[in-house]
């Protein structure tokens, strides 16, 4: 954007030469003059917003990637070049797996669990039966004898199984259950809802990913069409044909023109990130 306003400026300061040469010798009014005056004021404006803008910019890129904002990044690829790489209809045919959705995936652990604990509050009311095995030796003697090889030694075993039946717990097992099976329905009604979401939210993201593709190529045209218009102009204004009031309007025109379709090159690829981020199969190019 930054060379656009640049190539702009260089064009309305020549045109703006050549104009006050055309007034001083009589050939135009100085409104001519006056509209070619503030038309360049405005593109200085922009300019200089547009210099800043890309400063920061690159001090935000620096600080997502944990490089210094004062490190000099150089950026290999341009945003024409990025568009047409992210610019395809058939990645609209992409099926989504919900296995793979992140917000599925979490929804779908909290309902386990809450399944889980559904099952661990009702176990607890089961009988529980356990088994145990004692085993001893034991000797009997008037003196301390009991390592003499002659010693008479007892051995005993018990082998048993015990169990343990609830009854009683106050009310509040069965309130601890009762919990249980409303937090897992509860995780039931949010993990369905979160499918239906992100059916919604893929929908929403690929229509949006279509406009965004027709918006750039519409902004194309609307583009190569304004630059036809302003060169005519430029013509008709050098010949006396046209009025600088006509030659204004045909450049702000083309300035309108210039900055919709820089921002319709942003919306493609926005759009195209997130759709990847809902069908969770980001685009990585290697060189």
């Given at each position: ?11 309305l300061e ?55 904002v004062s ?67 034991s000797a ?148």
């Amino acid at each position: 954007l930054v060379s656009i306003f640049e190539k702009d400026k260089i064009t309305l300061e020549k045109n703006l030469y050549e104009t006050q040469k055309i007034y001083e010798n009589g050939f135009t009014e100085e409104e001519s003059v006056e509209q070619l005056e503030i038309t360049l004021l405005n593109i200085d404006t922009q300019l200089s917003n547009a210099i800043r803008s890309e400063s920061i910019a690159n001090q935000m890129f620096n600080l997502a990637l944990g490089i210094d904002v004062s490190e000099n990044v150089v950026l290999k690829d341009d945003l024409a070049s990025l568009t047409v790489r992210n610019t395809s209809l058939s990645f609209l045919d992409s099926s989504l797996n919900l296995e793979n959705n992140i917000d599925y995936k979490i929804a779908s652990n909290l309902t386990q669990q809450r399944s889980l604990e559904l099952k661990l509050e009702k176990s607890k009311a089961l009988p529980s039966l356990s088994a145990f095995v004692n085993y001893g030796t034991s000797a009997n003697s008037d003196s301390f004898s009991f390592f003499d090889s002659q010693q008479i030694w007892y051995q005993s075993s018990i082998l048993g199984l015990k169990m343990n039946i609830p009854i009683f717990s106050s009310g509040m097992r069965g309130a601890r259950t009762q919990q249980a099976r409303i937090a897992l329905k509860k995780a039931e009604t949010d993990f369905n809802y979160t499918q239906q979401n992100i059916l919604l939210e893929l929908n929403s993201a690929k229509s949006n990913y279509q406009f965004a593709i027709e918006k750039y190529e519409n902004a194309k045209k609307y583009l190569t069409l304004s630059e036809r218009i302003e060169s005519k102009n430029q013509v008709k204004f050098k010949e006396g044909l046209s009025t600088s009031f006509d030659l204004r309007q045909a450049q702000t025109q083309l300035y309108i023109a210039q900055q919709q379709y820089f921002q319709s090159m942003l919306e493609v690829i926005t759009s195209k990130a997130n759709l990847e981020t809902i069908l969770n199969s980001p685009t990585i190019q290697t060189n």
